[in-house]
């Protein structure tokens, strides 16, 4: 039997915490969860630690301060592979990542190396975003399509999923993200080597409670890390032959 783990980076998401556990598992009653909290100002992670008391199937991993969402999951995902676990999701605390369609992302990962939620097939399915939000964020698809050539709709989503085998083939600790360039380096490995990736249409829904983490130092390193990509693979804009 396959072992499935949701890893959700936590900061200052003290509301959310248990409404999403409660949602991830009655989704996936299988599954266990992660959290990886950067010791929040709020106390999420004395919830956590709570919620870990009354079920053993979610788990803390707690870090010193904060991060960055790519440092966090880094983290999460070494010890999703130390636990032996063979699908690994990345998902948010805040509900904009709808948890009834994990069983349709578990479905799809039998058959691909990573899933990927894009809020951009077909469209745009973003709920309740303002203006500007939207722009930076269907703009940075475009830039990140154009420059890099990677053929994805939704290059910076957040809802995934990764089969064990191709994070073992990622050299975690070269992955220099600190923010949400973390998903585009991520899908840029997996692009450049070949591996098979699915996208599938998912609807996004603005945050409930709490507060947004993204900044300007976010995007100017989205903005930078893109470039470096593609100096990276000498400016390769399709995926290397071999495996
Ligand atoms: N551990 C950790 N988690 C983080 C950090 N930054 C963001 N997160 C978490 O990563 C997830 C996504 O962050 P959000 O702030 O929701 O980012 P977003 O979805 O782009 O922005 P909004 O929906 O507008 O809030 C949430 O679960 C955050 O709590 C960080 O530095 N460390
Ligand atoms: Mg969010």
Not at 122 to 143: E, F, H, Q, T
Request: hydrophobic share 40%.
């Amino acid at each position: 039997m396959e072992k499935t783990l949701v890893v959700i980076p936590t900061y200052d998401e003290r509301e959310n915490v248990k409404n999403i556990a409660s949602a991830v598992l009655e989704s996936l009653p299988e599954a266990n969860m992660l959290f990886v909290d950067d010791n929040s100002p709020d106390g999420t992670g004395d919830v956590l630690d709570e919620m870990h008391e009354a079920d053993q199937r979610i788990n803390v991993l707690h870090k010193p301060g904060k991060s960055g969402l790519g440092r966090a999951y880094v983290s999460g995902f070494k010890w999703a592979i130390e636990q032996g676990y063979d699908y690994i999701f990345e998902m948010d605390a805040d509900f904009s990542h709808d948890p009834a369609v994990l069983p349709k992302f578990l479905e799809e990962i039998k058959n691909y190396d990573l899933v990927v939620g894009s809020r951009y097939i077909d469209g745009i399915r973003i709920m309740n975003w303002p203006l500007n939000r939207l722009m930076l964020s269907k703009g940075a698809s475009v830039y990140v399509k154009v420059i890099t050539g990677m053929p994805l709709f939704d290059p910076t989503g957040g809802y995934k999923c990764f089969r064990r085998e191709l994070l073992e083939k990622i050299d975690l600790d070269n992955i220099t993200s600190n923010g949400y360039s973390f998903q585009i380096e991520m899908n840029h490995f997996t692009w450049m080597h070949n591996y098979k990736i699915k996208e599938v249409p998912i609807v996004f829904e603005d945050r409930r409670s709490g507060y947004s983490k993204m900044n300007k130092t976010i995007v100017r390193e989205a903005i930078l890390k893109v470039w470096q990509l593609l100096f990276k693979y000498n400016l390769r804009r399709k995926p290397l032959i071999i495996k």
